[in-house]
């Protein structure tokens, strides 16, 4: 993940979540440390967020439209899982991940 492209996931987020997020919001979600964790994320957003941090953030990912669920989570397209069922709970997953996002933040 570069940049420009967490600067984008930050803004698409906040879409998914109906709510903008602040860096200092972004600091919390990754969990980095309340002093200096907004300086982190604008850094990161210039040079890109490595290790750990840029795993969570593709996790993250999930809960907006905009990313593919990725396939160690995709349990939506197995063989017992009836096709006509499968965009439902592909949208009940990215609800839950907003949710999620959502309990981080409060």
């Known amino acids: 993940m570069t940049g420009p492209e967490l600067k984008q996931l930050r803004q698409d987020l906040s879409d998914a979540i109906g709510r903008p997020l602040s860096a200092a919001d ?3 979600l990754c969990g980095l440390a309340p002093d ?8 990161w957003e210039v040079s890109g ?3 750990p941090a840029r795993e969570l ?6 809960a907006s439209d905009r990313y593919p669920i990725l396939e160690n989570f995709n349990v939506f397209d197995r063989f017992n899982i ?6 439902a709970r592909r949208q009940e997953f990215r609800e839950k991940m ?3 996002i959502r309990g981080r933040l409060d």
Do not use: N
């Open 26 to 28: 972004m600091a919390r």
């Open 36 to 43: 200096g964790g907004a300086d982190t994320i604008h850094r």
């Open 49 to 51: 967020p490595s290790g």
């Open 57 to 62: 953030l593709g996790i993250l990912a999930m």
């Open 82 to 87: 009836p096709e006509a069922e499968r965009p």
């Open 98 to 100: 907003r949710d999620e």
